[in-house]
């Protein structure tokens, strides 16, 4: 599910019904975690109109629950209704709300955090191109985001573009810091042309994506004004970027959200609005 509110040249994106992520966190009890009891906000869900108790929707269970209450309580049990928290408690204090149509989601120990925001993101251009990207986020050794460049590569037919759109920066290798060569590149996609962008400053460049903009590759892999400015439509090589069809434009949105969800962010601050794109799509989703 897809909620917006705008506000003056910007777009928040809440992007999943419950703010909530689950982490594989050791098993060991916090140190400072507070009595069940204490976290209890309603152990029972009353109907206004009939006084018959409520089932949550969804239980979660067996967890190390962050309430990020005033005194930081963690619990292990949390129940939601009508995307609400209804319930927070031990597994006992919440077990009353469980029904026959309730799912009930075994948390094994595992540690849940209140699902987090991100207040400054480009999310309206993300999903624009996001099938032909290759992320190499987080990423820590040069032979390794050669590697994911190449495993796209090798998906794609030849002459299609790959682009690396931001994300990254050139001391994020422990092993190596830097940018990539024009022989690294060349290597890692032969027959595709593909370009990694940092910031709006500049970008590395293989030999197919340079001959494309009409540049040199002699001259090394790095290129910078006017291949990549900060202005829409940003630069040579982002106009270089064919357009994708509504339907996989569609699951681009989708494969993004996937995307942020799995980093732990439920929902984002578009701060591009309005020359980033179209967000027609979003509204009817």
């Not at 204490?38 to 152990?43: F, L, M, N, R």
Request: charged fraction near 15%.
């Amino acid at each position: 599910m897809i909620r917006k509110s705008h506000t003056k040249n910007c777009i928040i994106v809440i992007l999943s019904f419950v703010g909530l992520l689950l982490s594989a966190c050791n098993n060991q009890t916090p140190s400072n975690s507070a009595p069940a009891s204490a976290a209890i906000v309603e152990a029972t869900v009353l109907d206004e109109d009939t006084a018959t108790a409520i089932y949550a929707d969804t239980v979660f269970m067996n967890g190390k629950i962050l309430t990020v209450d005033q005194n930081f309580s963690i619990v292990e049990s949390l129940a939601v209704n009508e995307d609400r928290i209804v319930a927070v408690g031990s597994n006992a204090d919440v077990n009353g709300l469980i029904g026959d149509n309730t799912r009930v989601i075994d948390l094994g120990g595992n540690t849940a955090i209140p699902g987090l925001i991100d207040n400054h993101i480009h999310f309206i251009r993300m999903p624009q191109r996001w099938n032909l990207q290759a992320r190499i986020d987080g990423i820590n050794t040069r032979q390794a985001a050669l590697d994911v460049i190449a495993e796209k590569a090798a998906s794609m037919e030849p002459g299609e573009w790959i682009m690396v759109q931001g994300g990254w920066s050139e001391g994020q290798f422990a092993d190596e810091a830097g940018g990539f060569t024009l022989q690294e590149l060349d290597t890692a996609a032969p027959n595709n042309p593909v370009f990694l962008q940092i910031l709006y400053t500049h970008a590395f460049a293989n030999t197919l994506a340079i001959q494309a903009v009409g540049g040199d590759p002699s001259e090394g892999s790095r290129l910078g004004s006017p291949y990549i400015v900060a202005e829409p439509p940003y630069g040579l090589l982002n106009e270089q970027m064919p357009p994708v069809s509504a339907a996989q434009l569609e699951q681009n949105v989708l494969d993004v959200i996937a995307a942020l969800n799995k980093s732990g962010l439920t929902s984002v601050y578009d701060v591009g609005r309005p020359p980033e794109g179209d967000i027609s799509l979003l509204d009817s989703m």
